[in-house]
């Protein structure tokens, strides 16, 4: 059995379709896509975040095709992690916006120019 023959395998296994597999393992739709038609093999970053994103998955059957799809004692309900975003951060609490008149104005006092030459020059307002 191929590479791509095991990811479709497992994509069946998981009841989901290729564009929620690309979602879910973070690629664009078209690697997926294409690895199915046969254009692209499977590169060794789709392999990690298929496994990254499904740790119950045996790696020696995904890579090698040996041994069974999931780890002992693992199912596909067994193994998946919550998907969290990778730029998510907590949410930090709002501050009350200041009334435009409490905050003191600011003014240009000077510009300095420096050259790539080490020199520089100051623009001051008088």
């Keep these: ?3 791509r023959e095991r990811i479709e395998k497992l994509i069946e296994a998981l009841g989901i379709s290729a564009r929620q597999f690309a979602d879910e393992i973070r690629v664009q739709p ?3 896509s294409n690895m199915m038609v046969g254009r692209n093999n499977p590169s060794l970053d789709v392999m990690k975040r298929i496994l990254l994103r499904y740790p119950g998955l045996n790696s020696e059957w995904l ?3 040996r041994g069974d799809m999931w780890r002992e004692g693992q199912m596909p309900a067994d193994v998946l992690l919550p998907m969290v975003e990778e730029e998510e951060k907590p949410e930090e609490p709002k501050e009350e916006p200041q009334p435009a008149a409490a905050a003191p ?3 240009i006092r000077c510009i ?3 050259y790539t030459d080490g020199t520089y020059e100051e623009y001051s307002r008088n």
Excluded: E, F, N
Aim: net charge neutral.
């Design 112 to 114: 300095m120019v420096y």
């Design 105 to 107: 104005q600011k003014q």
């Design 63 to 65: 890579i090698a095709g």
């Design 30 to 32: 078209s690697t997926i």
């Design 1 to 3: 059995m191929s590479d």
